[in-house]
């Protein structure tokens, strides 16, 4: 790997947003009781929260947007850019972030367009904007990151069906001669296509005769086409093979040690792969691992950020941090983050 | 390497609600009581972790019983 940094940016807030709607896993009666009660202690994922019919990923991001503004006290006219990470996009076409530019009253000068990706989004999302911030043409910029998985997954496949929520984000990024560098270490293998896949409904297979056929692939799982599936398996062995190796090498190049951290801010995909993870990168104090997906799941793109306000705002906002960001998943697509904060604003989180 | 039957104990510690006196190295993993595909990732996080070996799909498609599974963590710890 090279090490990727980003310099003279700081991160100046944070806000998330979950649907007000809880779906416990506890009544998912698509299993029995015995069934319910392994998934949740096995994978640690006790709720969710469930858009309803109508609400769309935008939806998601454009409050935590719109009221970051606000807190921040930035100018619309000053926000020089806005990027939207997502898999659940509003349309096919256009994409969700010059939706959002529109909708939240930005500028036409303003620069926005989606990046397709998932889990590993954020950490991306963070290096690209990073990127574009950090020669100073650019000074305001927003990452939006959310997903609306519940779109896609269907009740009938207890394998997707109670691991996803909805959630949405922004964070607000500043052009700063000040600020410290951030590293990154961001990989991708393509090979993974199948393991999270949806795979009807674009330009490969488009809309078929059989897209809506629900099909029963072993006793538990049935789902059409269109739905979202996952090979639990295979992306297990993609988490434990790449992401423990892919931190330690950023640690290594970026001079710091696991002990430097103060928190390890991972994308929330359940409580086994997670604890896997950590032991393999022996970080022994686990109050620095937060966890968020007891109360909300697997949220995808928004899993990082909803876990900084949920877990760490107290800290957060008030003294400086160092940050081990991670995400991981869908692609396969995966990177890691080391990022020094300054106090930055955390809204409470926002239920819509 | 530890013994299977020492594997066999540990493994079955992993399985809360699984009494350890009905699981053997010669018993087949998928006969536990409500087996699920649950239980193949807590059989591949305890072998990851503990042997630091990383099973995948074939791996367990190809085993049956649980001293399938400790020759596989024993082939692939001396490979």
């Known amino acids: 790997m090279s090490l990727l940094t980003v310099n003279n940016v700081s991160l100046k807030g944070v806000a998330a947003c979950v649907p007000i709607n809880v779906y416990s896993n506890l009544n998912y009666s698509h299993v029995t009781q015995e069934e319910r009660e392994l998934f949740i202690k096995t994978t640690g994922i006790k709720e969710r929260r469930v858009a309803k019919e109508g609400m769309s990923t935008s939806d998601l991001c454009y409050e935590p947007a719109k009221q970051l503004i606000e807190k921040l006290n930035w100018n619309k006219e000053d926000i020089d850019i806005v990027i939207m990470i997502t898999q659940s996009p509003d349309y096919f076409i256009p994409g969700s972030a010059i939706i959002l530019q529109h909708k939240l009253g930005l500028n036409k000068s303003c620069l926005a367009f989606d990046i397709n990706l998932g889990c590993s989004g954020y950490v991306y999302g963070l290096y690209v904007l990073g990127n574009l911030l950090s020669s100073g043409q650019l000074k305001k910029g927003l990452l939006l990151a959310g997903d609306k998985s519940t779109v896609s997954a269907a009740f009938t496949d207890k394998s997707a069906y109670p691991l996803f929520g909805d959630a949405g984000s922004a964070t607000a990024l500043e052009f700063d001669e000040s600020a410290k560098t951030m590293y990154f270490n961001l990989a991708s293998d393509g090979s993974g296509k199948d393991a999270i896949n949806i795979e009807h409904g674009g330009s490969r297979n488009g809309i078929q005769k059989d897209t809506f056929d629900l099909i029963e692939i072993e006793p538990g799982i049935a789902r059409e086409k269109r739905h979202l599936k996952l090979n639990g398996i295979e992306i297990f062995n993609f988490a434990l093979r790449e992401v423990s190796p892919n931190v330690n090498e950023l640690y290594s190049k970026a001079n710091q040690t696991i002990g430097d951290t103060d928190y390890f801010v991972f994308h929330q995909a359940n409580k086994l792969i997670n604890e896997s993870v950590r032991k393999k990168l022996k970080i022994t104090d686990v109050s620095k691992v937060l966890y968020s997906l007891e109360k909300y799941g697997n949220t995808s793109s928004a899993s990082i950020p909803l876990t900084m306000i949920t877990e760490a705002s107290d800290t957060l906002t008030t003294k400086n941090s160092k940050l081990c960001l991670c995400g991981f998943g869908v692609g396969y697509s995966w990177g890691s983050a080391l990022i020094d904060t300054k106090p930055f604003i955390c809204l409470p989180l926002i239920e819509l | ?79």
């Open chain 2, 1 to 79: 390497m530890i013994s299977a039957e020492e594997f066999t104990k540990q493994l079955v510690s992993e399985f809360e609600d699984v009494p350890e006196n009905i699981i053997f190295p010669d018993t087949n993993y998928r006969d536990i009581p409500n087996w699920s595909s649950m239980y193949a990732l807590i059989i591949i996080a305890f072998i990851d972790a503990n042997f630091d070996v990383q099973l995948n799909a074939n791996d367990l498609k190809n085993t049956q019983t649980v001293r399938d599974l400790y020759s596989i963590v024993c082939a692939k710890m001396n490979s």
